[in-house]
């Protein structure tokens, strides 16, 4: 299994890319790395085009922004990167 590093990366220098209750679409697959209660590891949890809501912002490693993401469809929340995640308005051109 390929482990994507991040290590020049420092997002908490700036604001959060996206914000509380926006709509959001995972740009790839994520499958349970082991933190996910209840599914194996390796077990795809969200598919590349899942929408959801931010519910949460927290971070990782000093480091990352994650969002807990609500993805309603599936009826449970997904800490996400923000490289895996996209606003479903940026298409419109529309802001949130």
Known sequence: ???????????????????????VRSRKTVRNDGTFPGKDIGDILVKKGDEGYVTSIGTFLQQFYIYGVDFVTHGYRVGMKARELESTTAADGADT
């Open 1 to 23: 299994m390929k482990i994507d590093r991040d290590h020049d990366v420092v997002e908490l220098n700036g604001p959060p890319q996206f914000e509380y209750g926006q709509k």
